[in-house]
């Protein structure tokens, strides 16, 4: 425990946050750590307060006696205890304030005694309860003792229910004294609340248990700890599989032991603040005055009372943490710290008072009106016992709620008033509502069961319409679940009575769910058909529905079937061109005659695009939109894909008229920084030097500094990446100033992130490790995610520079942030890239040490990472991998070669700009690894050498999109040059090539590429 | 107040920059096109969320802000 001389460490947070814990635990280390600590711990009572109780208990405790013994400084300790028990014979004569020094010289002194052995750690739990006079010897002992090896821990809550408000008086003088570092200690996100609860059960939790004894606890250790206990001992978890799982829906009750720290805390209330809070609980966990106002006035028969007079009656609960403050811009004035504080005070007042105030806020927000009060007066007028009210307004609330995109809302929302809800017309539009939201998450399982009951419910009202519905979301519910045989079936099914029946709407409707299941997909999602569906099978119903659509007006219908019908049509251009592939003809061959083949997709999607625009659905067009630029055909490389991200660029601001021209900057701008990340993270760096750039202006344009300030970051980043320091710096500069203008810890932390990448490229290692470790520690223990990408890149930079320079401590270091990193990543899901970049970090190290084997075996094991997403990273796992695996001639090195001569391929196809180009072989890691595997890069024709061949502008623009496969897609949308087979075929002569394949071996060596 | 992350599946083409810019919090849906799907977003801070649903280029990333536990109690769920 490296401290200075008397230094203090306050840990402030609510109760049954973590900090006697986290006490306990800083008595362990102290009086474990290399010289010990006398460690003297005492926890001020909430109930008992006297003069110095806090230094009595310690003092006379046995601990205390032991340690004055071992210390020899049991004089000492007499003469104190004697001061403090106002007892002594020196007293005799002195005022009260001079006796009150006396006593606190001489505790002062046998903590002196004390320190002459061992430092000193004096750790005082529940401050905020101590008597003032211990908490002025306290602040004695901090200014008479400064050179002393005195440590202090306080752990005090953050709001001021001390009986005399000195502990936060003395906790703000030691911060003025500068002596102390305050910690916070915050409620647990979800992710610690797991890995906590897997301590503590020595098994995973599963989600649903997760979800649940998070939400009870919200994150509070204590009451997650008391949570868990009580599921176990009412039998509410499984171990099932190894996984903790919830056996019971709702769980047990609250425990007592948290119902009893609740009780304590609220029992130090008056009664009249008590039962005005109680009356709050009801209004919900967030409050308004004015609606506690209206509600008691209503109740009383009397003239409501001023807000803010309610504010200071509710002080008391304000000053205990029970309740806190909201921002003005919420639109509540309180909040109720912890649901459970809410529960227990709405346990103390009668159901009858309950009923009656939820009347009352209903009747008032009846009378305010507004589709924003709806899901309140619903579960208001549900508690107040008025069912018919609660239906209806929770059948408007929840259809409101879809329209609004939070279907999760609607659910809740039905979910809770479905019991109140008698009649059969009404439980199926609540049915139905839930499973129109339902579909919208994606929750096959949970429809089929909703559904059951709505099935059951047709009988009751005989209508074969309604089964007939019923029927056909069951088939969506099946789909959702995958089961696209019984979703076809149940299609079917319905289509054939709606047939012979000539009832066309209802036809029209089963053809629609019939092609879903057949092509497993919904309408609007398919880009691209699944190669194993049966396309003329999948488009049988479309057409049909397209027949009936046009004969009914049904125009949404119509989009979508021609929407459905153009990706089927593209499907078989897909499956056309994999067949010519697949018998030997040239990819790119292929692509250049794709836009024919592909006329009748994008005529269909076209078609589709108009009518949804005309009907104003901005989504279905969105998604006709897109299918028209995926239909376009390019090469299947990164390159070819971000050439497919400007063209939906490109189509989407050409066919917005209706969108202001603020709105259009700003979209704009986001898709210029996506387009900057795609090809920063794919290999382009040229592209994502110009993008990001772009990105920059229109963010200042907007005024958008966040936007900026990433724009900045990635610019900076991008030069990094290929080595050229000084741009990298000057646009560094420009991030940190606008970072100025939006600070937070993220940005903080990419700033140290991006400073640090620069500082590695210079060979600051220094400087480096820093920034790293700023990165991490902003990070925190929250964040595990940034503070594992911030290890993983001190861990591959520090081996990087400690090969190159020997440096034996920078080796150490990698060992140590790599070891950091895969600590981080423990309890994160999903593929992630830096558990490679850390195996790469000590595969380096390992073989730096001369254990060869391991360095090969940490090899291997970053190459598990998914090279095609993560590509930046990929690199620097091929740099370890190839020193290792291809220096050492493991017998993966030949495979290895192959992979690297792939990439550098890539790359040299990727990157354009020939200064770009150059630079990016020049960086020493890559060209390290180019030297291994024996990379050349084809040479490019010098400057004059192609003048032989006299191309137009024109000529130069169709070579530059056959070099990126992406003349189909300019010639199909009629926004290219006009260019057409005749005239690629023109272009061919000139260059003097009989293939577009010659023609993009010319370009490249031309220097003609894409940007 | 948290953000909840919703993907507009029908607008994500694939272009996966949201699980390069948040790995822990993205992931490939298995079975499905280059889709993603959520891993979990509560392993990184909402400005994380923020840059992964401006990085995405047809926007279909979308971060809504909610109170995590005071739902469930206000609508009596």
């Given at each position: 425990m490296a401290l200075p001389l008397s230094s203090a460490v306050v840990l402030e947070g609510e109760a049954g946050i973590g900090k006697t814990r986290m006490l306990e635990a800083t008595s362990e280390i102290a009086a474990l750590s290399d010289p010990p600590f006398w460690v003297l711990d005492v926890t001020a009572d909430e109930?008992?307060?006297?003069?110095?109780?806090?230094?009595?208990?310690?003092?006379?405790?046995?601990?205390?006696?032991?340690?004055?013994?071992?210390?020899?400084?049991l004089e000492h300790l007499d003469r104190a205890r004697d001061a403090i028990g106002g007892r002594g014979s020196n007293d005799q004569g002195l005022s009260a304030q001079e006796q009150m020094l006396r006593t606190f010289d001489e505790v002062a002194s046998a903590m002196l005694a004390l320190t002459n052995e061992r430092p000193l750690a004096l750790l005082f739990d529940d401050l905020q309860w101590a008597d003032e006079d211990s908490i002025q010897l306290i602040r004695y002992l901090v200014r008479t003792m400064s050179s002393a090896p005195l440590f202090l821990l306080i752990n005090i809550r953050p709001y001021t229910d001390s009986a005399s408000g000195g502990a936060g008086k003395l906790i703000a003088d030691l911060d003025r004294m500068r002596v102390t570092r305050t910690l916070r200690v915050d409620r647990l996100t979800r992710l610690q609340t797991r890995e906590l609860l897997s301590n503590l059960l020595e098994h995973p939790v599963d989600d649903q248990t997760l979800q649940s004894l998070h939400a009870r606890s919200e994150g509070v250790p204590f009451f997650i700890e008391e949570f868990a206990r009580a599921y176990r001992e009412a039998d509410a978890l499984q171990l099932m599989d190894g996984t903790w799982t919830?056996?019971?829906?709702?769980?047990?009750?609250?425990?007592?032991?948290?119902?009893?720290?609740?009780?304590?805390?609220?029992?130090?209330?008056?009664?009249?603040?008590?039962?005005?809070?109680?009356?709050?609980?009801?209004?919900?966990?967030?409050?308004?005055?004015?609606?506690?106002?209206?509600?008691?006035?209503?109740?009383?028969g009397e003239d409501p009372v001023q807000d803010w007079q309610l504010g200071e009656d509710l002080q008391h609960?304000?000053?205990?943490?029970?309740?806190?403050?909201?921002?003005?811009?919420?639109?509540?004035?309180?909040?109720?710290?912890?649901?459970?504080?809410?529960?227990?005070?709405?346990?103390?007042?009668?159901?009858?008072?309950?009923?009656?105030?939820?009347?009352?806020?209903?009747?008032?927000?009846?009378?305010?009106?507004?589709?924003?009060?709806?899901?309140?007066?619903?579960?208001?007028?549900?508690?107040?016992?008025?069912?018919?009210?609660?239906?209806?307004?929770?059948?408007?609330?929840?259809?409101?709620?879809?329209?609004?995109?939070?279907?999760?809302?609607s659910i809740r929302l039905i979910d809770a008033t479905l019991p109140a809800a008698s009649k059969p017309e009404d439980r199926i539009a609540m049915l139905r509502l839930k499973d129109d939201a339902l579909d919208v998450l994606d929750r096959g399982m949970e429809r089929m069961a909703n559904l059951a009951e709505m099935t059951a419910l047709t009988g009751a009202v005989s209508s074969p319409a309604l089964e007939a519905e019923v029927m056909l979301r069951r088939s969506s519910a099946a789909r959702a679940m995958e089961d696209f045989d019984t979703a076809a079936g149940?299609?079917?099914?319905?289509?054939?009575?709606?047939?012979?029946?000539?009832?066309?709407?209802?036809?029209?409707?089963?053809?629609?769910?019939?092609?879903?299941?057949?092509?497993?997909?919904p309408i609007g999602e398919a880009y691209w058909p699944l190669i194993e569906i049966d396309l003329d099978t999948a488009g049988e119903p479309y057409q049909r529905a397209l027949e009936i659509a046009l004969a009914t007006g049904a125009r949404s219908e119509e989009a979508g079937a021609l929407r459905e019908l153009a990706v089927i049509e593209a499907g078989r251009v897909k499956l056309a061109i994999k067949a010519e592939i697949d018998a030997g003809a040239k990819r790119y061959e292929v692509f250049a005659a794709a836009p024919a083949m592909l006329s009748k997709a994008k005529e269909l999607a076209e078609q589709s695009f108009h009518i949804y625009e005309e009907l104003g659905d901005h989504r279905g067009a969105m998604s006709a939109l897109i299918s028209m630029a995926y239909a376009h055909v390019t090469d299947p490389t990164p390159r070819g894909m971000a050439g497919r991200l400007e063209h939906i660029r490109a189509l989407h601001n050409s066919k917005r008229g209706e969108v202001t021209d603020s709105r259009r900057a700003t979209e704009d701008a986001l898709m210029l920084y996506s387009i900057h990340m795609f090809a920063r993270t794919n290999l382009?760096?040229?592209?994502?030097?110009?993008?990001?750039?772009?990105?920059?202006?229109?963010?200042?344009?907007?005024?958008?500094?966040?936007?900026?300030?990433?724009?900045?970051?990635?610019?900076?980043?991008?030069y990094v990446s290929f080595g050229s320091v000084d741009d990298a710096d000057a646009w560094l500069d420009q991030a940190a100033e606008a970072a100025m203008s939006v600070p937070s810890t993220s940005m903080a932390r990419r700033l140290e992130m991006w400073r640090g990448a620069l500082c590695a490229l210079r060979g600051e290692a220094e400087q480096m490790t820093t920034h790293f470790e700023r990165a991490a520690e902003h990070a925190g223990h929250k964040n595990l995610a940034g503070r594992a990408a911030a290890y993983a890149a001190l861990a591959i930079e520090s081996a990087r520079l400690g090969v190159t320079t020997a440096d034996d401590a920078l080796i150490t270091q990698a060992k140590t942030a790599a070891t950091q990193t895969l600590d981080s990543i423990r309890p994160l899901p999903g593929d992630l890239p830096w558990e490679s970049v850390a195996h790469a970090a000590l595969s380096v190290v390992a073989q730096a040490e001369g254990n060869t084997e391991e360095a090969a075996e940490e090899a291997r094991l970053a190459l598990?990472?998914?090279?095609?997403?993560?590509?930046?990273?990929?690199?620097d796992v091929l740099w370890a991998a190839g020193r290792t695996l291809i220096a050492q001639g493991e017998p993966e090195a030949d495979e290895?070669?192959?992979?690297?001569?792939?990439?550098?391929?890539?790359?040299?196809?990727?990157?354009?700009?020939?200064?770009?180009?150059?630079?990016?072989?020049?960086?020493?890691?890559?060209?390290?690894?180019?030297?291994?595997?024996?990379?050349?890069?084809?040479?490019?024709?010098?400057?004059?050498?192609?003048?032989?061949?006299?191309?137009?502008?024109?000529?130069?623009?169709?070579?530059?999109?056959?070099?990126?496969?992406?003349?189909?897609?300019?010639?199909?949308?009629?926004?290219?040059?006009?260019?057409?087979?005749?005239?690629?075929?023109?272009?061919?002569?000139?260059?003097?090539?009989?293939?577009?394949?010659?023609?993009?071996?010319?370009?490249?060596?031309?220097?003609?590429?894409?940007? | 107040m948290a953000v909840r992350v919703v993907i507009d599946r029908r607008r994500c083409i694939g272009a996966g920059t949201c699980i390069v810019t948040a790995p822990s919090a993205f992931r490939w849906r298995q079975g499905d096109f280059v889709k993603p799907e959520l891993a979990d977003e509560s392993t990184v801070d909402e400005d994380v969320l923020r840059e992964v649903a401006a990085a995405c280029p047809t926007q279909a990333i979308v971060l809504e802000d909610f109170i995590e536990s005071m739902e469930a109690s206000e609508l009596g769920a």
């Amino acid at each position: 425990m490296a401290l200075p001389l008397s230094s203090a460490v306050v840990l402030e947070g609510e109760a049954g946050i973590g900090k006697t814990r986290m006490l306990e635990a800083t008595s362990e280390i102290a009086a474990l750590s290399d010289p010990p600590f006398w460690v003297l711990d005492v926890t001020a009572d909430e109930e008992l307060r006297g003069p110095f109780l806090l230094f009595r208990s310690m003092l006379t405790s046995p601990r205390m006696a032991a340690i004055a013994k071992e210390a020899m400084a049991l004089e000492h300790l007499d003469r104190a205890r004697d001061a403090i028990g106002g007892r002594g014979s020196n007293d005799q004569g002195l005022s009260a304030q001079e006796q009150m020094l006396r006593t606190f010289d001489e505790v002062a002194s046998a903590m002196l005694a004390l320190t002459n052995e061992r430092p000193l750690a004096l750790l005082f739990d529940d401050l905020q309860w101590a008597d003032e006079d211990s908490i002025q010897l306290i602040r004695y002992l901090v200014r008479t003792m400064s050179s002393a090896p005195l440590f202090l821990l306080i752990n005090i809550r953050p709001y001021t229910d001390s009986a005399s408000g000195g502990a936060g008086k003395l906790i703000a003088d030691l911060d003025r004294m500068r002596v102390t570092r305050t910690l916070r200690v915050d409620r647990l996100t979800r992710l610690q609340t797991r890995e906590l609860l897997s301590n503590l059960l020595e098994h995973p939790v599963d989600d649903q248990t997760l979800q649940s004894l998070h939400a009870r606890s919200e994150g509070v250790p204590f009451f997650i700890e008391e949570f868990a206990r009580a599921y176990r001992e009412a039998d509410a978890l499984q171990l099932m599989d190894g996984t903790w799982t919830m056996t019971k829906l709702s769980g047990p009750t609250v425990p007592s032991s948290v119902q009893s720290l609740i009780e304590r805390r609220l029992a130090q209330l008056p009664e009249d603040c008590r039962s005005l809070l109680a009356d709050a609980g009801s209004l919900g966990r967030r409050f308004r005055l004015s609606d506690l106002s209206a509600v008691l006035a209503d109740l009383k028969g009397e003239d409501p009372v001023q807000d803010w007079q309610l504010g200071e009656d509710l002080q008391h609960a304000v000053d205990l943490g029970l309740i806190v403050e909201q921002s003005e811009d919420s639109g509540f004035d309180f909040s109720f710290s912890h649901e459970q504080i809410r529960e227990t005070l709405l346990d103390s007042i009668s159901r009858q008072r309950q009923r009656a105030i939820h009347g009352a806020i209903a009747t008032k927000l009846a009378a305010d009106g507004g589709t924003e009060n709806l899901s309140m007066l619903a579960y208001h007028s549900m508690k107040a016992g008025d069912s018919e009210t609660a239906v209806s307004t929770a059948l408007e609330a929840a259809q409101a709620a879809i329209g609004l995109s939070a279907p999760e809302e609607s659910i809740r929302l039905i979910d809770a008033t479905l019991p109140a809800a008698s009649k059969p017309e009404d439980r199926i539009a609540m049915l139905r509502l839930k499973d129109d939201a339902l579909d919208v998450l994606d929750r096959g399982m949970e429809r089929m069961a909703n559904l059951a009951e709505m099935t059951a419910l047709t009988g009751a009202v005989s209508s074969p319409a309604l089964e007939a519905e019923v029927m056909l979301r069951r088939s969506s519910a099946a789909r959702a679940m995958e089961d696209f045989d019984t979703a076809a079936g149940l299609a079917r099914s319905v289509r054939a009575s709606a047939s012979e029946a000539g009832d066309q709407a209802l036809e029209l409707q089963a053809c629609l769910e019939l092609g879903q299941g057949l092509m497993q997909s919904p309408i609007g999602e398919a880009y691209w058909p699944l190669i194993e569906i049966d396309l003329d099978t999948a488009g049988e119903p479309y057409q049909r529905a397209l027949e009936i659509a046009l004969a009914t007006g049904a125009r949404s219908e119509e989009a979508g079937a021609l929407r459905e019908l153009a990706v089927i049509e593209a499907g078989r251009v897909k499956l056309a061109i994999k067949a010519e592939i697949d018998a030997g003809a040239k990819r790119y061959e292929v692509f250049a005659a794709a836009p024919a083949m592909l006329s009748k997709a994008k005529e269909l999607a076209e078609q589709s695009f108009h009518i949804y625009e005309e009907l104003g659905d901005h989504r279905g067009a969105m998604s006709a939109l897109i299918s028209m630029a995926y239909a376009h055909v390019t090469d299947p490389t990164p390159r070819g894909m971000a050439g497919r991200l400007e063209h939906i660029r490109a189509l989407h601001n050409s066919k917005r008229g209706e969108v202001t021209d603020s709105r259009r900057a700003t979209e704009d701008a986001l898709m210029l920084y996506s387009i900057h990340m795609f090809a920063r993270t794919n290999l382009q760096p040229d592209l994502a030097v110009e993008r990001g750039r772009q990105t920059f202006e229109a963010a200042r344009a907007i005024g958008d500094r966040w936007l900026e300030c990433l724009a900045a970051g990635g610019v900076a980043m991008t030069y990094v990446s290929f080595g050229s320091v000084d741009d990298a710096d000057a646009w560094l500069d420009q991030a940190a100033e606008a970072a100025m203008s939006v600070p937070s810890t993220s940005m903080a932390r990419r700033l140290e992130m991006w400073r640090g990448a620069l500082c590695a490229l210079r060979g600051e290692a220094e400087q480096m490790t820093t920034h790293f470790e700023r990165a991490a520690e902003h990070a925190g223990h929250k964040n595990l995610a940034g503070r594992a990408a911030a290890y993983a890149a001190l861990a591959i930079e520090s081996a990087r520079l400690g090969v190159t320079t020997a440096d034996d401590a920078l080796i150490t270091q990698a060992k140590t942030a790599a070891t950091q990193t895969l600590d981080s990543i423990r309890p994160l899901p999903g593929d992630l890239p830096w558990e490679s970049v850390a195996h790469a970090a000590l595969s380096v190290v390992a073989q730096a040490e001369g254990n060869t084997e391991e360095a090969a075996e940490e090899a291997r094991l970053a190459l598990s990472i998914d090279g095609d997403t993560h590509v930046p990273d990929y690199l620097d796992v091929l740099w370890a991998a190839g020193r290792t695996l291809i220096a050492q001639g493991e017998p993966e090195a030949d495979e290895l070669k192959q992979e690297v001569f792939g990439a550098f391929m890539y790359a040299h196809m990727s990157i354009n700009d020939p200064d770009i180009k150059s630079k990016w072989f020049g960086v020493p890691a890559h060209r390290e690894l180019a030297e291994m595997v024996g990379f050349e890069a084809p040479e490019t024709w010098q400057e004059g050498e192609m003048d032989t061949v006299d191309l137009s502008d024109d000529d130069l623009g169709l070579l530059r999109e056959l070099a990126s496969g992406f003349a189909g897609a300019r010639r199909s949308t009629g926004n290219g040059h006009g260019a057409n087979d005749e005239d690629t075929a023109a272009l061919l002569t000139k260059l003097g090539v009989e293939s577009v394949t010659e023609a993009m071996e010319f370009a490249i060596k031309a220097g003609v590429t894409w940007q | 107040m948290a953000v909840r992350v919703v993907i507009d599946r029908r607008r994500c083409i694939g272009a996966g920059t949201c699980i390069v810019t948040a790995p822990s919090a993205f992931r490939w849906r298995q079975g499905d096109f280059v889709k993603p799907e959520l891993a979990d977003e509560s392993t990184v801070d909402e400005d994380v969320l923020r840059e992964v649903a401006a990085a995405c280029p047809t926007q279909a990333i979308v971060l809504e802000d909610f109170i995590e536990s005071m739902e469930a109690s206000e609508l009596g769920a």
